[in-house]
């Protein structure tokens, strides 16, 4: 064969293949999470942030609602609040009976220690083998539960977090599962490490600490990997003040890229750039705490670091 024709052929070979690997890639199912979780109709958290990140992530975000609230519990007063428990497993019931599969199930704010019987019901209900469970303990922050809550709940995320793969608690979250004493700020890595290995006896194979402060300057998420023993984190400067909402945006990004299939420390970096950078757009322009952190905004530019992971793993 003339080597002229034998480098078109070879040309032809390449070109045919990467089309059929890009119409494989477009043609893949898109992953789909039931997201259960309150919604607060003002004040941005639980799933008035886990619909728009979630589907930024590139992963179909299915609702089941524990609660409406009318504001979150975090300074607002006066807040209206509707439990939702009646509706939680007719929701699930009817997703079953027309069919609908589950790559992942993320459950979040429990309107009351009773929902966690449900929540369980409904991962009986909906999930399979390939299904990832993911409990994120929404409960307390700064060392103290929140607004209504009391150990009763804390009993009940531990329930949950025994039937996950990945659990994503807060420091103070991580603190009362665990049973390790509430340490303030700043934290070190032997207490962060004894943090691990007391949540490691819940049964998750993937833990994500968040609001960990190992310096006073600097705060962060470390994630440990029980399979194999290996960390990662993403820290970044601290700045004074609550910020609402965030832990939502990190549990909602990162699992979302964990079920559609990034590493852990893919996950982590672009949840946590995420979070940064929705931190720091509402730092700057001085947004009233109480409302949320500017998401918003940044998610074009997570958006283009989602694609950048997904589109090294096409070839």
Not at 54 to 59: D, K, L, N, T
Not at 121 to 144: F, Q, V, Y
Not at 286 to 301: K, N
Request: with cysteine; proline share 4%.
């Amino acid at each position: 064969m003339p080597v002229f024709s034998a480098y078109r052929l070879l040309f032809y070979i390449l070109i045919y293949k990467l089309i059929y690997q890009v119409e494989v890639k477009i043609l893949e199912r898109l992953k789909r999470i039931a997201a259960i979780n309150d919604i607060s109709g003002l004040g941005k958290c639980s799933l008035t942030i886990a619909l728009p990140v979630i589907s930024a992530s590139g992963v179909e975000c299915s609702c089941i609602p524990t609660a409406l609230l009318s504001t979150h519990t975090g300074e607002f007063q006066n807040w209206t609040k509707v439990d939702l428990s009646s509706q939680m497993l007719k929701i699930a019931e009817h997703w079953r009976e027309i069919g609908a599969k589950f790559d992942g199930i993320c459950s979040g704010y429990l309107a009351s220690p009773a929902q966690a019987n449900l929540v369980s019901e409904i991962i009986d209900i909906l999930a399979d083998e390939n299904t990832l469970i993911i409990t994120d303990p929404t409960m307390a922050d700064n060392g103290e539960y929140y607004t209504g809550f009391d150990n009763s709940m804390c009993e009940a995320f531990k329930t949950l977090c025994k039937r996950a793969m990945v659990i994503t608690p807060n420091i103070t979250e991580a603190a009362f599962l665990s049973g390790v004493p509430y340490k303030k700020p700043p934290q070190d890595r032997e207490y962060v490490e004894e943090l691990f290995a007391a949540l490691a006896t819940l049964g998750p194979k993937i833990i994500a600490i968040t609001g960990i402060h190992t310096k006073n300057e600097e705060v962060g998420i470390i994630v440990k990997d029980l399979r194999n023993g290996k960390s990662c984190e993403e820290m970044r400067p601290q700045r004074g003040g609550v910020f609402y909402g965030v832990g939502d945006i990190f549990a909602s990004a990162f699992s979302a890229l964990l079920v559609r299939g990034a590493t852990i420390p893919e996950a982590l970096s672009a949840s946590g750039l995420l979070l940064e950078k929705s931190i720091e757009k509402s730092y700057l322009g001085d947004t009233p705490r109480r409302f949320g952190v500017e998401f918003e905004t940044v998610l074009p530019e997570y958006i283009r670091k989602v694609e950048d992971i997904f589109s090294s793993k096409a070839f």
